[in-house]
């Protein structure tokens, strides 16, 4: 499965194969995340659902929401990698499958 995302290294494709996960940047190299050296992945939302900010001057507090943003994620080695899809969801389901028949096989 591959879905165009947005990562570290700006936007390109995220692909799951039985080996590991690509991200394929437009510019850049290629991230290779091995599935036997990934310590967990999933979906989740980044972000933070409020801002404050107060003046002085006409002491007038404003809030200001900014939506969380759905994202998949791997831990490998000491990093976690975010990426940004529209199929966040489908994409770690996929991984899971992938995963799991790897587990099988063994």
């Known amino acids: 499965m591959s879905v165009e995302?947005?990562?570290?290294?700006g936007y390109g494709f995220l692909s799951v194969t039985k080996e590991s996960i690509y991200f394929?940047?437009?510019?850049?190299?290629?991230f290779y995340l091995p599935h036997h050296e990934t310590s967990t992945y999933g979906y989740d939302f980044i972000g933070t659902a409020k801002d404050s900010t107060f003046s002085m001057?006409?002491?007038?507090?404003?809030?200001?929401?900014?939506?969380?943003?759905p994202v998949f994620y791997v831990d490998f080695t000491d990093?976690?990698?975010?990426?940004?899809?529209?199929?966040?969801?489908?994409f770690y389901h996929e991984v899971e499958l992938v995963n799991r028949a790897a587990?099988?096989?063994f």
């Open 5 to 9: 995302a947005w990562g570290d290294a």
């Open 24 to 30: 394929v940047p437009s510019k850049g190299s290629v």
């Open 57 to 69: 001057i006409s002491e007038l507090k404003c809030r200001s929401r900014r939506p969380k943003i």
């Open 79 to 90: 990093h976690r990698f975010y990426f940004q899809s529209n199929k966040n969801k489908q």
């Open 103 to 105: 587990v099988q096989h």
